[in-house]
């Protein structure tokens, strides 16, 4: 069973809008989440990453916000860009040893 | 810094062949992960080691599965014998713990 979901597989935003990429997670022992971005034919990359005792980690154009009692997490991208075309996968761990990863979210951002 | 080294890049074999993948992690990562991606269920843990010990091998599809890590800088992955069902995209990644994940840009695979 997914203890990470992202129930959003495609995402279509106009260049310069803030695009929203979302994640919900069933287990409450995750402490630590994190972004991955991945390009055709490439493996993912580390974007950001918040702790459990943050509600909010802001990077550049790139936000990660989490909801604990929601059990939900997002991803900000403002303003977004072509170059921000891209598969995302949120991630979680409880321990920082054993990740879950969602299905991923296909970002197109139309120029 | 290299990055995580995967090999080979695409993989084209008959069901019943044995199919070997192999990765190189940064230098200095004391862990090791190995994933499969499918559009089902997305990027799915097969294995991982700490320290070249495996540690949680629970993802490992079926005893077809096998993966070592002899030493810090190698690890294989293998599947005897294939099956068509193992077609997908196996990535290694590898990290300082704690840290994330640093991920090379896989095996795609193949399985006639």
């Known amino acids: 069973d997914q203890q990470v979901k992202q129930n959003s597989p495609s995402l279509s935003v106009q260049e310069g809008r803030i695009s929203i990429l979302n994640c919900d997670y069933t287990?409450?022992?995750?402490?630590?989440f994190l972004w991955y971005k991945k390009y055709p034919a490439e493996g993912p990359t580390f974007l950001i990453s918040?702790?459990?005792?943050?509600d909010k980690n802001e990077d550049g154009r790139f936000t990660v916000f989490l909801n604990k009692s929601a059990k939900h997490l997002s991803l900000h991208i403002v303003p977004s860009q072509p170059g921000d075309s891209a598969v995302y996968f949120c991630?979680?761990?409880?321990?920082?040893?054993?990740?879950?990863f969602g299905t991923g979210t296909s970002l197109t951002v139309i120029p | 810094d290299a990055g995580v080294i995967q090999s080979p890049r695409h993989e084209v074999t008959e069901m019943g062949q044995e199919v070997t993948l192999r990765c190189k992690p940064i230098?200095?990562?004391?862990?090791l992960f190995w994933y499969r991606q499918t559009m089902m269920r997305g990027l799915e843990l097969l294995i991982y080691?700490?320290?070249?010990?495996?540690?949680?091998d629970s993802g490992m599809p079926e005893d077809r599965f096998s993966a070592k890590m002899p030493n810090a800088s190698f690890s294989t992955l293998k599947i005897q014998p294939s099956e068509p069902r193992d077609s997908a995209v196996y990535f290694c990644?590898?990290?300082?713990?704690?840290?994330?994940?640093?991920f090379g840009d896989g095996t795609r695979l193949s399985i006639l």
């Open positions: 990644a590898s990290s300082p713990l704690p840290g994330p994940q640093h």
């Open positions: 287990n409450s022992m995750f402490d630590y």
């Open positions: 918040i702790s459990s005792i943050k």
């Open positions: 991630a979680a761990t409880p321990t920082g040893n054993q990740f879950y």
């Open positions: 230098s200095g990562h004391n862990s």
């Open positions: 080691f700490n320290n070249n010990v495996p540690i949680d």
